[in-house]
């Protein structure tokens, strides 16, 4: 492989992954039914809009998901897989492994959004406890329906909160899961980024 395929690999996988988190984001937000006027909501609204509201009008929402967007996250990443697969020289698999491919790649993106939700609130829970940034709101809106069944399970010790050391073994339990299924779906080495 050359440097330009190199590159070209390397700006579409940045690429994607960029709006593959804006879409996913979307999703979750829509999911936890956060602050839609946000200014960071409404920059999701607009970013993922042009591609998401002709998927709207064919695919309707199911028990208050957008499935529109999560088949749109699945779709792109299963055209991006492909992308990456012909600029590598290696030929296309069959469409059900391509597809359980880019399902796997969207399970682990959403889970890396958690990761780094998560510590990305721990950390300003240090440096800015009680802040009133949009972005700091969003994120607890995020993580708070993971965090609260958690909270139960392991109550506050001296005003500590230990259950975000629940939620990064459950998701260090999960990324260990998708890279034991990648592994025995045969995920080609060039695709294994983010599992």
Do not use: C
């Not at 199911?62 to 999560?70: K, N, R």
């Not at 240090?126 to 708070?144: D, F, K, R």
């Not at 005003?159 to 034991?180: C, E, K, T």
């Amino acid at each position: 492989m050359n440097a330009l395929n190199d590159i070209l690999v390397y700006m579409i996988q940045t690429l994607l992954s960029l709006y593959l988190v804006a879409m996913l984001l979307r999703f979750l937000l829509q999911l936890v039914r956060a602050d839609f006027y946000n200014p960071i909501s409404q920059f999701l609204v607009k970013v993922t809009n042009p591609l998401l509201l002709p998927m709207r009008k064919v695919i309707p929402g199911f028990g208050g998901l957008d499935t529109a967007s999560l088949l749109l996250t699945v779709l792109l990443q299963l055209l991006g897989i492909a992308a990456i697969l012909l600029l590598n020289g290696v030929g296309i698999p069959a469409v059900p492994l391509l597809l359980i491919w880019s399902v796997l790649g969207v399970i682990s993106l959403l889970v890396n959004i958690y990761f780094f939700a998560l510590l990305a609130m721990i950390i300003l829970s240090w440096v800015a406890p009680g802040g009133n940034n949009p972005a700091i709101y969003l994120l607890h809106q995020i993580t708070e329906p993971v965090m609260a069944p958690l909270r139960k399970l392991l109550p506050p010790m001296g005003g500590l909160d230990f259950s975000p050391i629940l939620v990064f073994i459950l998701i260090n339990v999960i990324q260990i899961a998708l890279r034991h299924l990648a592994d025995g779906v045969g995920l080609h080495p060039a695709l294994v980024l983010g599992l």
